[in-house]
C-alpha cells in the first residue's frame, strides 16, 4: 500500500462577506479543502494576510466557521480540523481583526490564506488571492456585513 501525504489544496475565492466597522474587521470566505493523498491533512490553524499591507501584526485570525455565508447561522469556534485523503471539504471560514484602523478602498487586495497543517509549527501560504474590490462596494464594506462578488463584472458590447 502506497500511503503517501498528499498536498492540500483550495479552491478559488469567488464569493466573499467583509465589513470594516467599529475598529474591527471580518472577512468570511467560502474555501474548499481537498486533500490529493491518502493520508489525512490536519488543519490546525489559519490566517488571512495582506502581504502587501503590512506583516505578521497585521493578519486577521481564523474566529469562526458559519454554516450561511454573511450570517452567523451555525457558527462554530475555529478549531482544527482532518481533511481525509481523496475528500474535498468546503468550510466557510470567519476571520477577524481587532483594533484594525483599515477601510476599504477601490482597488485590488493580495490575499493569502496561510495555514498551520499537521504537526509543523510554520505557517504555509495554502492559497494566494486578489479581493476586487469595485466602487459600488465600498460603502457597503465599510458599513454592512453582506456578501460580495468576487468576479470582474462582465462588460456588455
Not at 10 to 29: C, H, P
Not at 105 to 110: F, I, L, M, S, T
Not at 126 to 149: H, P
Request: contains cysteine; glycine residues 8%; aromatic residues 10%.
Amino acid at each position: 500500500m502506497n500511503w503517501r501525504r498528499g498536498k492540500l489544496k483550495l479552491s478559488d475565492v469567488r464569493t466573499y462577506a467583509a465589513v470594516s466597522s467599529g475598529n474591527s474587521l471580518i472577512i468570511q470566505l467560502p474555501i474548499v479543502f481537498f486533500n490529493s493523498g491518502a493520508m489525512p491533512v490536519l488543519v490546525n490553524n489559519l490566517r488571512l494576510t495582506f502581504p502587501d499591507h503590512g506583516k505578521e501584526h497585521t493578519a486577521l485570525f481564523f474566529n469562526n466557521t458559519v454554516e450561511k455565508l454573511a450570517s452567523d447561522q451555525g457558527t462554530s469556534m475555529a478549531t482544527p480540523f482532518p481533511v481525509h485523503g481523496g475528500e474535498a471539504l468546503l468550510k466557510i471560514c470567519g476571520f477577524h481583526r481587532s483594533r484594525s484602523g483599515f477601510d476599504f478602498e477601490v482597488g485590488e487586495y493580495n490575499l493569502n490564506i496561510e495555514g498551520r497543517l499537521d504537526q509543523k509549527l510554520d505557517w504555509t501560504v495554502l492559497k494566494s488571492f486578489t479581493l476586487e474590490v469595485r466602487e459600488s462596494q465600498v460603502k457597503n464594506l465599510n458599513s454592512v456585513f453582506i456578501a460580495q462578488d468576487n468576479e470582474p463584472q462582465l462588460s456588455q458590447s
